[in-house]
């Protein structure tokens, strides 16, 4: 458990950085480059990263799983990384041909901001990420990225400085994203040999990337879909309005989704031994703490939004505070899904039903999208977002019944569910009382947090006395 801790740690650090760095580049972007800036940005950025997709196939959680299944062979290790990479390779250079075609055809009057988004799709060629998340070797991914951030974060102060600027933005995120797949590759010898894979087995892995890469492409329908349909049913504006929402709502779901990344391996490891027993304990342990920690930031954002908008994006984006409090339900629905997709579906090869729920997330995405968008704009694609998150957790749930206690992780999860609920109306009852609004955000999130970590403390004792006891011992031996 302690290299869990240690891996969840190395995560939760990186995480807390993605979480101070929207804190100072949003507000500046979004007042530099304005509302349509940001949306143009949002918009190049999800065409490049659909035809980022097509590079990667479903190697995140295909090569994450096949590595954590063989580590603790080394020549097999090497033989399967180096079969799946030259896989990865031939995908990525189809993708960059394909988008460089898109780029230089069809959308001339974005061509440039386009051209600049082909470096994020060909860093498709060198993102062997997976390969460290399968070794769960965390601390070398986690180490890389927050130097990289913190370059990126002094270039954007230093080269952006007027809406003229965005090329600069967007080649600034692009080459640190370059560099940041580049940089594993020093450490790559470490741990795999060279191994020359034959054809066949190359394509031998085929067919389980493209089982995989069936969720990812449902998943991105119902996640970046929005903005594509934002654009052609609305304005760069209402991409930008979104995009900044959504910049919000990345911080609570960045951490969540930290502890799905440092679990797969694990799990895909005890699935490989089948140590079912073990294996339900970390679920059960996870999916309480993923609840506590989706409960406090779901009701917590919703309820300090009317403060949190207007100083972090600034004048201009008041159409945000709606669409932050639409949105925040998804952060529930996301930390429940992503323990049973994480934990149990994809360790256990149960594909299909990982495959089902995430089609029918974008199908109803598509639907609520196409219906309400052309009336309701941005606030439209946010209804959509919490409907398809909603019935993919829903789907997930229904399908791993028999497999899982699901009505023992509801009944642990509902008394977060109302200390939530009560923090949210503790902050809608504070948030007059203050006439600053810098300090009534500080405020509130204090008193709001505390409260709510308060409370589920007391919780916690109250209901696991066994476990409060143990502490309590190891505690007095120490």
Request: charged content about 10%; proline content about 4%; some cysteine.
């Amino acid at each position: 458990m302690s290299s869990i801790r240690k891996n969840f740690l190395y995560n939760t650090a990186y995480q807390l950085l993605l979480i101070v760095l929207p804190l100072i580049t949003t507000p500046y972007v979004s007042r530099v480059l304005g509302a349509e800036g940001v949306g143009v940005y949002s918009y190049t950025y999800t065409v490049a990263n659909y035809f980022m997709l097509i590079a990667m196939l479903g190697v995140k959680n295909y090569g994450n799983r096949s590595i954590a299944a063989v580590r603790d062979d080394p020549d097999q290790l090497s033989r399967t990384f180096w079969e799946i990479y030259w896989l990865q390779l031939l995908c990525s250079l189809v993708a960059l041909v394909a988008y460089l075609t898109f780029a230089l055809l069809l959308e001339p009057q974005n061509r440039q901001i386009l051209l600049i988004q082909s470096i994020y799709v060909f860093t498709g060629m060198l993102d062997i990420s997976w390969l460290f998340f399968g070794l769960e070797k965390f601390k070398l991914t986690v180490v890389r990225n927050i130097a990289v951030k913190l370059l990126t974060l002094a270039a954007i102060f230093l080269l952006v400085r007027t809406e003229a600027d965005l090329w600069r933005y967007a080649l600034i995120l692009a080459l640190g994203t370059l560099i940041s797949q580049s940089y594993l590759w020093l450490y790559v010898r470490r741990f795999v040999a060279w191994s020359k894979p034959s054809l066949s087995r190359i394509l031998h892995h085929l067919p389980g990337e493209l089982v995989l890469f069936i969720p990812v492409v449902a998943v991105s329908l119902y996640k970046m879909m929005d903005k594509i349909m934002l654009r052609q049913m609305s304005s760069f504006v209402q991409v930008g309005f979104y995009e900044s929402s959504e910049k919000i709502l990345n911080i609570p779901t960045g951490i969540i989704t930290a502890l799905g990344t440092v679990m797969l391996p694990r799990m895909s490891n005890l699935a490989a031994k089948a140590k079912q027993s073990q294996s339900l304990q970390y679920i059960r342990t996870s999916m309480s703490f993923a609840m506590f920690l989706a409960c406090g930031m779901a009701f917590g954002i919703a309820g300090i939004a009317p403060i949190l908008v207007p100083v972090f994006l600034g004048e201009g984006y008041a159409y945000c505070i709606d669409l932050l409090q639409i949105l925040s339900p998804t952060v529930l629905f996301l930390a429940w899904a992503n323990v049973i997709r994480t934990q149990y579906l994809i360790p256990q090869h149960h594909d299909r039903s990982y495959i089902i729920s995430v089609i029918l997330g974008a199908l109803v995405n598509l639907v609520v999208n196409a219906l309400l968008i052309p009336r309701m704009a941005a606030n439209g694609a946010a209804i959509g977002t919490v409907c398809a998150e909603a019935a993919v957790c829903l789907c997930q749930t229904l399908m791993v019944r028999k497999d899982l206690p699901v009505g023992s992780y509801l009944k642990e999860a509902l008394p977060f569910l109302l200390l939530g609920l009560g923090m949210y109306s503790l902050l809608w009852v504070l948030t007059p009382l203050f006439s600053s609004p810098l300090v009534a955000l500080v405020a509130l999130i204090v008193i709001g947090g505390g409260a709510y970590t308060v409370a589920s403390g007391l919780y916690y004792i109250l209901s696991h006395p066994d476990v409060t006891k143990s502490l309590i011992r190891k505690l007095k031996r120490r």
